[in-house]
């Protein structure tokens, strides 16, 4: 049998206490609420997520314009030195 039960709510939460006098005593505390904590929680996990990825993928484009760049300077290089391979060829024709 109860012999006081007490309810409160903030708005949010609603709270709900009931204290039995038969034996021992005993306190029964019921606590609900909206769930829009988990609601949030979700969305910034979400948002974490999709940040994460968006660094990643930044990340990955950067290495790609540095091989990129890499490459085409060692090309240059490679031509450079044709180009200086065939002047020292024109040269001693000349001589």
Not at 30 to 38: I, Q
Not at 52 to 74: C, G, M, S
């Amino acid at each position: 049998m109860a012999d006081r039960i007490v309810e409160r709510t903030d708005g949010v939460t609603a709270e709900r206490v009931t204290e039995t006098d038969s034996g021992p005593s005993t306190v029964v505390v019921e606590r609900r609420g909206s769930g829009a904590g988990l609601l949030i929680g979700l969305a910034v996990l979400i948002l974490v997520v999709v940040g994460a990825l968006y660094l990643i993928n930044q990340n990955n484009r950067e290495n790609v314009k540095t091989d990129a760049i890499t490459q085409a300077a060692k090309d240059v290089g490679g031509a450079a030195k044709d180009v200086g391979g065939a002047a020292k060829d024109a040269a001693k024709k000349i001589e």
